[in-house]
Structures are given as C-alpha cells and as structure tokens.
C-alpha cells in the first residue's frame, strides 16, 4: 500500500538554528508534495506545494527564504524550518498525492523552539 | 482561493448521543472531500473520502452528507463513544491541489 514517512519524529531546536524534516513516499511515486503546519490549537495551514516539473508553490504567509523545499525525486521531499522562533513551533505534515486524488500523509514532524 | 468554515468549534456529547460537524466550503469547483480524525498528539487519521457525485456516505460508526447545493459537508458521529473523543477536520480539494482544512472541531464523549 501507499505510505508516507516523515523524521525525525519529534524535535527541538533553539530560537534562531534551523530544522530541517524529511517526506519519504512508499509504494506509490509522489509527483505532487504539500507541506502543511499545525500550530497549538489551530488548524493545518498549507504552507507550500511542490509538483514535479514545476516551480514550488508558497502560500500567502509563508516564504522560500524562510522554508525552503526540495523535491528531487518522486519518493522524497524536504523543507527546513530556517531561523525558528516560537511561532514556528507545531506539528508539520507531508502530504503525498500520487497519480489519483488522494493525498496520503505522514505521521508529521513536531516541532519544538526553546 | 477556497475556504473552509467548519462548526462547531467544540462539542460535548454524551456516550449513546449523535453528534453533529459542518463545514462550509466556497469554491463550486471543489470535489474531493475528507474528514480527518486527530487523537491527542498524534497526526490525522482519514475517516472517510468523498466524491461530489455521492451524497450520502457510510462509515463504521458514522455518516457523511454532501450538499453541494449549499456547498455543506457534515460529519454525523451516531452512537458516539468515549473513543471518538478527538478533533475532527473536515478538508476540500479542486482535485491536483493541496487540501484546505476546516478549522476544527474538538469532540469530547462523556461516559
């Protein structure tokens, strides 16, 4: 079947480093990747979506300089967190879409800023 | 672009009791739907998709309705028990976009 695995698992990192997450699709071939976060409380907010042979889509509150994302293959995907401050703490999912509709997520990355 | 109002944002139930989820969507083109299952700290279980062609969903446990008149999708927990205590996201796509989720909804089923 088709998995989607994302690591590390948890992490923390200090105000101001950079954090970077991982995206490994298994069992299908991942030509669309979205990236979303989960801040406390609140809802999953997109934050970009990466398609094969095309330019990496950011949303509106969320920047290339500040996540910067690779797609390089149809199993892989990764995005830094760079500079993190407080704000930038939450869950972070991967969503993999293969040749159909369906996204199929990974258990995400939690992100911690002391 | 697409928005998701979803209501209600909380909602206490009783075991044995029905509970009730709407969200809202703007974009007539939407036509894939989803509702999401969160436990405490863990990531989003996929409880049901939905097709615009199909209006009326059964899952175990649960029913999904589709109005695309009123561009409505609901979430009805029949029965529910203490493990259905969790926040539920409804979710919509165009279909080759990402999804926007709904804003929420955390359920708590007391015994």
């Known amino acids: 079947g088709a998995l989607v695995y994302q690591y590390p698992r948890r992490t923390i990192c200090k105000s101001g480093t950079s954090m970077r997450m991982e995206c490994q699709a298994v069992?299908?071939?991942?030509?669309?990747v979205a990236w979303y976060r989960q801040s406390p409380q609140k809802t999953f907010e997109l934050i970009a979506l990466?398609?094969?042979?095309?330019?990496?889509?950011?949303e509106q509150n969320f920047t290339q300089e500040k996540f910067p994302i690779s797609h390089p293959n149809l199993s892989f995907s990764s995005m830094t967190v760079l500079n993190a401050y407080l704000e930038d703490r939450g869950l972070y999912l991967c969503?993999?879409?293969?040749?159909?509709?369906?996204?199929?997520f990974g258990p995400g990355t939690r992100l911690t800023v002391l | 672009g697409e928005q998701v109002e979803q209501r209600p944002p909380h909602l206490s139930v009783r075991e044995g009791d029905s509970a009730v989820i709407i969200c809202t969507y703007t974009?007539?083109?939407?036509?894939?739907f989803f509702w999401y299952k969160q436990e405490p700290g863990a990531g989003l279980q996929l409880l049901m998709k939905?097709?615009?062609?199909?209006e009326i969903n059964e899952g175990q446990g649960f029913t999904v309705l589709l109005n695309k008149k009123d561009k409505q999708l609901s979430l009805n927990l029949t029965a529910a028990h203490p493990g259905d205590s969790a926040v539920y996201f409804c979710?919509?796509?165009?279909?080759?976009?990402?999804?926007?989720f709904g804003t929420g909804t955390t359920v708590s089923v007391s015994p």
């Open positions: 969503g993999a879409r293969g040749g159909g509709d369906e996204q199929y």
């Open positions: 069992g299908f071939q991942a030509t669309s």
């Open positions: 990466s398609t094969v042979n095309s330019a990496i889509k950011y």
């Open positions: 974009d007539p083109n939407s036509y894939y």
């Open positions: 939905v097709f615009s062609s199909t």
């Open positions: 979710a919509v796509s165009e279909g080759g976009r990402a999804l926007i």
